[in-house]
């Protein structure tokens, strides 16, 4: 009898469109993140040590925030953030555990990267998050990110519950 994370794993593969092309995907997924820190970069001038400080100052905040999204909203159904869960929980998690922590080919990327329409809109929101925030309309809180971490080692929801995602990977 297969291993329930193998009759997962196959299941979501089969699902997969035909046409799905890793290397374009995470070509796109690399690309948009360098276009974003040149974008960035191309913004500053003389920055001063004191500015210099925002850097692991933000990496710190960002990552608490991205944790905090990752353990209330990717593990725990909300109605806010079911389509998070059910990709996260539902697909990654059943797709990775114990044991399998591993990919078979680059097409398992589509379970562990982010799809490109999510970046697009979520690098709309940020970029105007960070208009409003330079023109003082907004604080500067990321709190309704919805970015999570790749690198995933544990969950808190056992893999025979979350086995039994019914979503459909979409490309
Ligand atoms: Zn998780």
Redesign the pocket.
Known sequence: MAHPTETFRARYRANVAPHYNPWLHAGFVFGYGIAGILLAWSSTHRITPLQWLTVPATLVFFNLCIYLV?RHL??HKHALARLFYAR??GD??SFFTPGHMTYDSPRDWRVILFPAWLIVSHGSVEISSTDSMSSGLIAPCGASSSS?SIA?T??SVSPSTIISSSSIPIV
């Open positions: 990752h990717g593990h996260h929980t990654h998690h999570d995933l544990r969950s």
